[in-house]
């Protein structure tokens, strides 16, 4: 058996949940093939196949292509190893296949990946004996998605005869919304890595974020010519016989009725349903075999233009954002106050607004940084508090920094004191005593704000820190927006701090533990931090009990921290638009820069 690194392509087996209980049992008796090589298909590290095949005395033969599964962000091609040499034990070139995850790109990458394994495996159908146009695709779970795709969306050169799908994630939004208050880990984590492969939440009126979603539900895309399909899903499936169901309906419905969904007992997904149930694979294995005959296949539609384009597009985020609240009103221009915009590093969102007036005598600085749930709002939202500090003789600026879809934390913290430092070293310029920058933060910018406060203390950033509703707990707010009473505001924080993270809460994954762990102010707390005044309102749908807990920590470290609390459900800018509050940060302000 020989092993090397080139280039693959052929049948597409997916699978979702994670490497452990979806890869099928190992087959012992599975003789070894002919010929086991390893090949790229693309640049990326993730864009390579391993192709098992044997050389037919006469003619060609069918393949079939295995995409591995892992909630699109884990899994791998080895991991279906001995189901591959089985298949090609018995007539098939067998392609397992990788792919970048969720986490490497957002979608439609780990589709777009698929599609040109299958068509690399077509150029090359040659070397393997295989004929392209009996191909078939298995996939499970995640790897299901990516399979049913293939049979509903793939142009004529990833064009496909059949496709199986193991506990298939027909719809990902349905994953998504069917889980909002999932206590079992496995539909959580579904509904989370729906979010993270997305690369938004799915709110109403975000278009841009609904029609991804849409791109990504399989039975979307149903029409007349898409190959038969076999779904099989358990009775106690964490993906529903629904998945399979909803794609059925929509095949009949474009004039394809050669679709079976099947529910066997018990609760096993994905792969792990060729080990509770060993009779499947064989099973699959005459399926595929009815279909991948000699026979014409009719040309399957094309894909709209219109959509592709929506699916590809970047999204944009809005300037505006109910994390933000009310905006505080602008003041009438003061004589001499000027306001400039510069760049405090390479990407378009390192950007920071100055707002102040000449002077001789160095002055504190004020850095202001906006909220919009990590995930959209704009240092424009600070506009008018900003004047108002230049007009008392402060020096103001407002930041932007990278979204939690644009970069996955700790980008925003590194952008947080990056432009703390481009203050600092231009004081002179503006007239700034550099050892008095205040940072005050709303919501997700309260929380990049304390986080600068407690993280940058060998620095001296930072003189002191306020905040308005601060998310300085992400892991708590997580599991506030689980809770089956969780407000729109609350759930879509939860995804937010999914999509900063870039992955779920589980203590079992320790890098990913390690970022949760990260995100949390007071896990940086020591002594010599900067005194910190925090406020919510009483009935915030940021609680209180965030910054109590931060206050705590900064306490026991002889940190000064001060909490108010307000009547009210103001979030954010609108408690700051408040008169009292205002003017009592500001005389916060004035006695600790």
């Excluded at 295995?66 to 884990?74: C, M, T």
């Excluded at 841009?208 to 007349?224: E, K, Q, T, V």
């Excluded at 597009?313 to 905006?327: F, Q």
Aim: aromatic content about 8%; some cysteine; proline content about 5%.
């Amino acid at each position: 058996m020989r092993k090397r690194t080139l280039l693959r392509p052929l049948l597409v087996l997916a699978g979702l949940v994670g490497a452990g209980t979806l890869v099928p049992l190992a087959i012992s008796q599975a003789a070894a093939v002919e010929h086991t090589e390893t090949y790229r298909y693309g640049s990326h590290a993730r864009q390579a196949l391993d192709a098992y095949w044997n050389t037919p005395k006469e003619g060609i033969q069918p393949g079939i292509v295995i995409v591995h599964g892992g909630y699109w962000n884990s899994g791998r091609r080895t991991d279906w190893k001995s189901t591959a040499e089985w298949y090609a034990q018995r007539g098939f070139a067998v392609f397992a296949v990788d792919h970048r995850y969720n986490t490497d790109a957002p979608w439609p990458a780990p589709r777009d990946d698929l599609y040109q394994a299958i068509t690399w495996i077509k150029s090359h159908a040659g070397t393997f004996r295989l004929d392209r146009d009996r191909i078939a695709v298995i996939g499970s779970q995640a790897g299901g998605h990516l399979a049913t795709q293939a049979g509903t969306h793939a142009g004529e050169a990833a064009r496909v005869r059949a496709v199986v799908g193991l506990s298939a994630v027909v719809s990902p939004e349905r994953a998504y919304r069917e889980a909002q208050s999932a206590t079992d880990a496995a539909r959580r984590a579904l509904r989370d890595q729906s979010l993270i492969l997305a690369g938004c939440t799915p709110l109403s009126g975000e278009r841009y974020c609904l029609n991804r979603f849409r791109d990504m539900d399989s039975a979307a895309h149903a029409g007349a010519g898409d190959p038969p399909m076999l779904l099989i899903h358990s009775s106690g499936d964490a993906v529903p016989a629904s998945h399979g169901e909803s794609l059925k309906q929509s095949l009949a419905a474009a004039g394809v009725h050669d679709v079976t969904v099947r529910t066997v007992p018990g609760s096993a997904s994905g792969g792990s349903l060729l080990s509770a149930s060993p009779e499947l694979r064989t099973q699959i294995l005459e399926w595929i075999r009815s279909r991948t005959g000699a026979r014409s296949v009719p040309s399957p539609q094309a894909p709209s233009a219109g959509r592709e384009a929506l699916a590809h597009a970047e999204r944009v985020p809005s300037s505006r954002t109910d994390d933000d609240g009310a905006l505080i009103a602008a003041r009438t221009p003061v004589t001499g106050r000027v306001e400039r915009t510069f760049s405090y590093g390479p990407h378009r969102r390192h950007k920071i607004t100055a707002y102040f007036t000449r002077s001789k005598t160095p002055r504190p600085a004020v850095v202001l940084i906006h909220g919009g749930y990590w995930y959209e709002g704009d240092k424009s939202s600070y506009a008018g508090f900003a004047r108002q500090l230049a007009d008392k003789g402060y020096a103001a600026f407002a930041i932007n920094y990278r979204l939690n879809t644009q970069a996955r934390w700790a980008a925003q913290r590194r952008d947080v004191l990056t432009a703390l430092r481009w203050v600092r070293s231009r004081a002179a310029r503006f007239a700034v005593d550099p050892a008095r920058i205040v940072v005050v933060g709303n919501s997700a910018g309260g929380h990049l704000a304390s986080i600068a406060g407690t993280h940058s203390t060998s620095a001296r950033l930072v003189k002191a820190v306020a905040a308005t509703s601060p998310v300085a707990n992400p892991y708590r707010a997580y599991l506030d927006g689980q809770k089956p009473n969780a407000s729109a505001q609350k759930r879509k924080l939860r995804d937010a701090a999914v999509l900063l993270a870039g992955c779920t809460p589980n203590r079992n994954r320790p890098a990913c533990w390690r970022r949760w762990v990260d995100m949390v102010s007071f896990q940086h707390v020591s002594s010599g931090d900067a005194p910190m005044f925090l406020v919510h309102s009483k009935r915030d749908f940021v609680p209180p009990v965030h910054s109590a807990q931060l206050c705590r920590h900064l306490r026991a470290r002889s940190v000064k921290c001060t909490r108010l609390t307000v009547a009210g459900n103001a979030h954010g800018m609108a408690v700051l638009s408040k008169p009292a509050v205002r003017n009592r940060l500001l005389k916060w302000i004035k006695a600790n820069a």
